[in-house]
């Protein structure tokens, strides 16, 4: 089981950029597809980006389409999201999570999870 480290939330005005690291310990990411998802208060667990076992395939949420970019690194033990123009609509608690190879958007599917950033995004 690989273990996961988010780091990078904070608070940041409208139209903004944070960084989110999400950073695995135990074993490396080679094999594993990796998910951001995100959960705002009252709301249930979304997907917002993933990146499949290869690196090259990467799928992303309508809403942050544009504006969020996925990453892994070349020694394949983190993950990154990049996030441009942040809207409040963005406020959430960001997740990362890891699952074997195939990537998907469902959070069920995803089998190992790190304990989460809270980003805030203020008008």
């Known amino acids: 089981q690989v273990q996961l480290v988010e780091s990078g939330g904070g608070l940041v005005q409208a139209g903004g950029s944070l960084r989110l690291s999400c950073l695995a310990s135990?074993?490396?990411?080679?094999?594993?597809?990796m998910g951001w998802f995100r959960q705002a208060p009252g709301k249930e667990r979304e997907f917002v980006a993933g990146?499949?076992?290869?690196?090259?395939?990467?799928a992303y949420a309508n809403s942050v389409k544009g504006r969020f970019t996925i990453s892994m690194d070349n020694a394949k033990i983190a993950v990154y999201l990049q996030m441009n123009n942040l809207k409040p609509e963005d406020t959430a608690v960001y997740y990362c999570?890891?699952?074997?190879?195939?990537?998907?958007?469902?959070?069920?599917?995803?089998?190992?999870w790190g304990q989460g950033t809270q980003v805030t995004v203020s008008s």
């Open positions: 999570a890891a699952k074997i190879r195939i990537l998907v958007q469902t959070v069920r599917d995803f089998g190992s």
């Open positions: 135990g074993r490396t990411l080679r094999n594993y597809a």
């Open positions: 990146i499949g076992d290869s690196g090259r395939t990467t």
